[in-house]
């Protein structure tokens, strides 16, 4: 039947329209439809958690904004880039984004790289795997406030750390010392987190075949020649993954300044933009200030995931 007879005839042009208006529904809803259904939750979550927060953040900052009792209406101008300048000039901002360039620095490497050697070791026990498994994880799940403690007994000055350093302790001590502050809160972030990210390699490491580690014994490779060539490039993904994630919490950093150094000390040498988000915006009450301090910190990590990912992730096979 050719296509001008199809075009002549009423029916066939009525299916073809049907068919056409059947097509661009799938196209537009995919082609499992009911998908929409069982993620419409999440969705709704996303837009109504993160996404609106986002955007009345944004239109905060913009204007000159402070909080009022609920029901009264007042005048909230248009303030351009003023918030955005008088946070960028802040001193206390710029230290805070230099701690946080400071904490992500040594704690990324140090998560990826003990987390994965550590999945790897726990990959290959044999005996009590559960019991080591169930022991790193323990630390990310127990509350910060009781893991701070043990941390704070410790690492102060009379703490245990130095009394076993003895006359080679610092003066000042970890926790006071401009220096050494924000680097032993990326130790201690690095050791109460590692149990997640260890579970993340070690769900990756158990989609290498073993027959690559037993071809690679056979032709005389060593433990440290098939980690390199096989377990390394096997968890590419993963150490993505790690990266990502390791960063994101660090920028977002907050609970463990606030509690191992009673607030950022000494002297903001480990505060973080989010303290500082709460100190100006809850404390002091300039909320316009927070959000604009809260938005180029957004974009500042995007950012910096951007730029690990193209160097961490490479091209895809």
Request: without cysteine; aromatic residues 12%; hydrophobic residues 50%.
């Amino acid at each position: 039947m050719s296509l001008r007879t199809v075009q002549d005839n009423p029916v066939g042009v009525t299916a073809n329209r049907k068919l056409t208006r059947l097509r661009k529904r799938t196209s537009l809803l995919g082609r499992q439809p009911l998908g929409l259904l069982f993620s419409a939750p999440y969705v709704v979550y996303i837009l109504g958690v993160l996404a609106f927060p986002l955007g009345y953040a944004v239109y905060i900052s913009f204007h000159d904004y402070f909080f009022t009792a609920p029901g009264v209406q007042v005048d909230r101008p248009f303030v351009g880039l003023d918030n955005y300048v008088t946070i960028l000039s802040d001193p206390a901002v710029q230290r805070s984004f230099l701690n946080i360039l400071i904490f992500l620095v040594i704690n990324v490497p140090l998560t990826v790289g003990l987390s994965l050697i550590l999945a790897n070791a726990l990959n290959r026990v044999t005996k009590l795997r559960t019991f080591f498994r169930v022991s790193y994880f323990v630390p990310y799940v127990t509350a910060s406030v009781a893991v701070v403690g043990v941390w704070l007994f410790l690492f102060q000055e009379n703490g245990l750390v130095n009394a076993l350093l003895g006359p080679l302790a610092p003066d000042p001590s970890w926790l006071v010392s401009s220096w050494l502050a924000m680097p032993t809160v990326a130790l201690y972030v690095t050791w109460k987190q590692l149990g997640f990210f260890i579970l993340l390699y070690l769900a990756a490491l158990q989609n290498i075949p073993e027959e690559h580690y037993e071809s690679a014994s056979v032709d005389g490779a060593n433990k440290w020649a098939q980690f390199w060539n096989i377990t390394v490039p096997g968890v590419r993904s993963a150490s993505v993954l790690v990266t990502l994630l390791a960063t994101i919490t660090g920028a977002n950093l907050f609970t463990e300044p606030y509690l191992l150094t009673g607030g950022g000390g000494p002297d903001g040498a480990s505060s973080s933009p989010v303290f500082l988000m709460y100190q100006k915006g809850i404390l002091q009450g300039n909320p316009d200030i927070a959000a604009a301090l809260g938005v180029v910190l957004v974009l500042g990590v995007l950012l910096v995931a951007l730029i690990q990912k193209r160097l961490v992730g490479g091209k895809e096979d």
